[in-house]
């Protein structure tokens, strides 16, 4: 197993505030309906009046790279993985199939398991593998279903409604079918990685699962904390994110029988990526209007999920304090909140942090040969970040 600790921040420390957790769910009595567009007429008074699309949508005039593009040298996989994916969940129960459609038809560009045949083809190719076997093919749709499950089970607990422009699973069939849904998959996905038949992946990928619901504690046991650290941020993404997309990288390695070296690069690779991916979408958050995230802006702040950008404008701004631990119960709190957060500088220090991560992910690639597939890996890297320049 990797070492799974960053400088300054151990991970196994899991601490759990139950008073936090009974706390977190007192939602304020406040309507957000029209202030997320009062949130944009924020945004633009600050400058940001042209966000970058997120990487889930099409279309982005600013970027130069093209994420259809970074994938086209595995676009066979991945039409191949979709086709299995609706097969696998849908076999069972016409209420699933129709879910299913629902779920993987919702948009998005499959980046984990993308990142599962990138990393898998280009291990592949140091070991002298001239196809990628089974073992990675199933791979990635085990990780796409943990990582569709562990939405499914967001959007319930959150009570999202919507989800990439779409209805989420529950507001259509019910919160019932939602969970049911979500079980079946990690259920299968479970089935799925015990047949692969590999000890270390099953540990992996069994830590990820537990990492989701560790991560949905600790974000539960501190919304609304103006004291939560940097630290903690970190290690809440990691579980929430990060955890998933290093297991990802280095399950693929492994099933390619490379050097444990090489496995761990590919580790530390997926684990800057997922920080950079998920510190750009906490910015993104703030930068971006409703339509382009594919859910209401500033949702995180809202509900007192205090991301990256407002850990930093903390330290610059007391009064933010004052407003956040009234958990915006006065009209017109959520927008000067946003307001303080866009001037203090919190969202430029928070892309300083997406970069740190993303050069760390750049320099883990060095294990690898120069080849289509790295390309790719770098370009996820710089794609990522274009969508905040």
Same mark, same amino acid.
């Given at each position: ?28 009595? *406040? ?57 696998? @969940? ?71 409604? *919507? ?5 989420? @699973?529950?507001? *259509? ?57 940097? %630290? ?12 998933? /997309? ?21 580790? %530390? ?10 510190? /750009? ?9 409703? %339509? ?31 407003? *956040? ?12 909140? @946003? %307001? ?50």
């Amino acid at each position: 197993m990797c070492s799974l600790t960053f400088p300054c921040l151990d991970l196994t420390k899991r601490s759990f505030d139950a008073a936090g957790l009974l706390r977190s769910y007192r939602r304020p009595e *406040i309507s957000f309906s029209g202030t997320y567009r009062r949130a944009e007429s924020v945004r633009l008074a600050v400058g940001i009046s042209a966000p970058v699309e997120g990487l889930v949508a099409t279309g982005d005039r600013k970027s130069t790279i093209s994420v259809s593009d970074l994938l086209s040298v595995i676009a066979d996989d991945l039409q191949n993985l979709n086709k299995n994916l609706k097969s696998i @969940i849908g076999a069972d129960n016409p209420v699933l199939a129709s879910a299913a459609e629902q779920i993987f038809g919702a948009g998005g560009k499959r980046l984990r398991p993308a990142l599962v045949f990138l990393a898998s083809r280009a291990t592949a190719e140091i070991a002298g593998l001239k196809e990628l076997t089974t073992k990675h093919r199933r791979l990635a749709e085990i990780i796409e279903m943990i990582h569709t499950a562990s939405l499914i089970h967001d959007d319930v607990l959150d009570d999202s409604g *919507i989800r990439r422009g779409k209805k989420t @699973i529950h507001q *259509i069939y019910g919160s019932r079918v939602a969970v049911l849904a979500g079980d079946f998959m990690f259920a299968h996905s479970s089935w799925y990685l015990a047949n692969l038949e590999n000890l270390d992946v099953i540990k992996l990928i069994s830590q990820v699962i537990k990492d989701f619901a560790s991560g949905e504690i600790k974000q539960a046991s501190s919304l609304f904390d103006c004291d939560i650290s940097l %630290e903690d941020y970190l290690l809440k993404s990691y579980y929430k994110t990060a955890s998933l /997309v290093a297991a990802s990288t280095k399950s693929a390695a492994i099933f390619s029988g490379v050097s444990s070296s090489i496995c761990e690069q590919m580790y %530390e690779y997926g684990k800057n990526l997922g920080l950079s991916f998920q510190v /750009v979408d906490d910015i993104l958050d703030f930068t971006q209007s409703s %339509e382009q995230l594919g859910k209401p802006a500033a949702s995180d702040l809202a509900k007192g999920n205090l991301t990256a950008p407002v850990i930093f404008a903390l330290e610059k701004e007391p009064k933010l304090r004052d407003i *956040i631990d009234s958990e915006f119960s006065e009209e017109g709190s959520l927008e000067a909140a @946003i %307001e303080m957060v866009l001037k203090s500088g919190g969202v430029d220090r928070a892309q300083a942090l997406a970069k740190e991560k993303a050069e760390l992910a750049f320099q883990n690639l060095s294990c690898l040969p120069h080849s289509h597939y790295r390309s790719s890996l770098e370009g996820i890297v710089k794609y990522n970040l274009e969508r905040i320049d």
